[in-house]
T-cell receptor, first 111, second 115 residues
Framework: AQSVTQLGSHVSVSEGALVLLRCNYS??????LFWYVQYPNQGLQLLLK??????LVKGINGFEAEFKKSETSFHLTKPSAHMSDAAEYFC?????????FGAGTRLTVKP | DAGVIQSPRHEVTEMGQEVTLRCKPI?????LFWYRQTMMRGLELLIY????????DSGMPEDRFSAKMPNASFSTLKIQPSEPRDSAVYFC?????????????FGEGSRLTVL
């Protein structure tokens, strides 16, 4: 069965600093991996996804993630944090019948 | 497109009452998912439909929960009788293809409080 583990339930960075949110996956087949963002009182929105091809994936709002098969990782990064990036971020992996989400990482951006 | 539409956005009810949550997926999408989100358990998949047929309902907590999709544009999640531990935000999501290939589009959720 597929699963994802997000390291760190809370991450705090200063505005302008690097954002790094960690995700490791477990999958018996080549995975499709996703990052979603959830703002308060809203549903989840897709940030980016990896299916096949280029392992460095660029998403919206300046975020990107790199699929590393050898490390079973799909970490999310952004070079310079903005106050508007404060939200909860979910890593997800697909299986045959469903999409499984990690526990989420809440990102706080300090002025 | 209007996106995935859920109703009601908020529901407060008393223990033992029946609760019905509704979802209208994005037109043309053939897969529909119901998730429950709580602080303790995060996002849990309850049930997944493909072409209106339930494919996997292993996440449905117990017999008090039931879900239907009578047509491609409507789904319901019913809890009868409701209990305080059912308090959560319930999300509906739809997808153009099966889960392992397509992104999910989420509604804004239905926040349920059972007193």
């Amino acid at each position: 069965a597929q699963s994802v583990t997000q390291l760190g339930s809370h991450v705090s960075v200063s505005e302008g600093a690097l954002v790094l949110l960690r995700c490791n996956y477990s999958s018996s087949v080549p995975p499709y991996l996703f990052w979603y963002v959830q703002y308060p009182n809203q549903g989840l929105q897709l940030l980016l996804k990896y299916t096949t091809g280029a392992t460095l994936v660029k998403g919206i709002n300046g975020f990107e993630a790199e699929f590393k098969k050898s490390e079973t990782s799909f970490h999310l990064t952004k070079p310079s944090a903005h106050m508007s990036d404060a939200a909860e971020y979910f890593c997800a992996v697909t299986s045959i019948n469903d999409m499984r989400f990690g526990a989420g990482t809440r990102l706080t951006v300090k002025p | 497109d209007a996106g995935v539409i859920q109703s009601p956005r908020h529901e407060v009810t008393e223990m033992g009452q029946e609760v019905t949550l509704r979802c209208k997926p994005i037109s043309g999408h053939n897969s529909l998912f119901w998730y429950r989100q709580t602080m303790m358990r995060g996002l849990e998949l309850l049930i997944y439909f493909n072409n209106n047929v339930p494919i996997d309902d292993s996440g449905m907590p117990e017999d008090r929960f039931s879900a239907k999709m009578p047509n491609a544009s409507f789904s319901t999640l019913k809890i009868q009788p409701s209990e305080p531990r059912d308090s959560a935000v319930y999300f509906c999501a739809s997808s153009l293809r099966t889960a392992n290939t397509g992104e999910l589009f989420f509604g804004e959720g239905s926040r349920l409080t059972v007193l």
